[in-house]
């Protein structure tokens, strides 16, 4: 892998956290631009070292430590009150692992992977909140309780 290479794998995995951090910025939640933005660099330096050291087996352990890891950083924005049943942070924690995902798939160049899995997630991102609001008044929920 020359340094070209290496630049535009780590430049992809940053850019598409801080477009995911940009969401959750937009949408007032506390995890943002810097934190995605460094959860996929640090997947994807994390994974790319692996490769360059240790070979396959290397970055499937890797890869394997990332998925399941990032549940601990993403648990840390859940919120549950003590009053009422609405969670709060699912989507910021689901966006956080899916970052790492997206950090791991730029380091091993899978780039269609990325380009598809990104579109899907700002499409589920974007669309989402919507067509929730609208099914529930379609099916005449007033609340989330019933999902």
Not at 102 to 124: K, P, Y
């Amino acid at each position: 892998m020359d340094t070209l290479d290496i630049a535009l794998r780590l430049v992809v995995a940053t850019a598409a956290g801080v477009a995911f951090g940009l969401n959750r910025d937009l949408h007032e939640k506390q995890t943002g631009v810097r934190t995605l933005g460094l959860v996929a660099l640090g997947s994807a330096i994390a994974v790319m070292t692996a490769a360059h050291a240790g070979g396959e087996g290397g970055v499937s352990r890797v890869i394997q430590g990332i998925v399941t890891g990032i549940g601990f950083l993403g648990a840390g924005v859940i919120i549950r009150p003590t009053r009422g049943s609405h969670i709060q942070g699912l989507t910021t924690a689901a966006c956080t692992w899916l970052t790492a995902c997206v950090g791991a798939a730029c380091a091993v160049a899978e780039w269609s992977t990325v380009l598809i899995g990104v579109a899907l997630a700002f499409v589920v991102l974007l669309l989402g909140g919507p067509f929730e609001r609208w099914a529930q008044k379609l099916l005449h929920h007033d609340d989330g309780a019933q999902r």
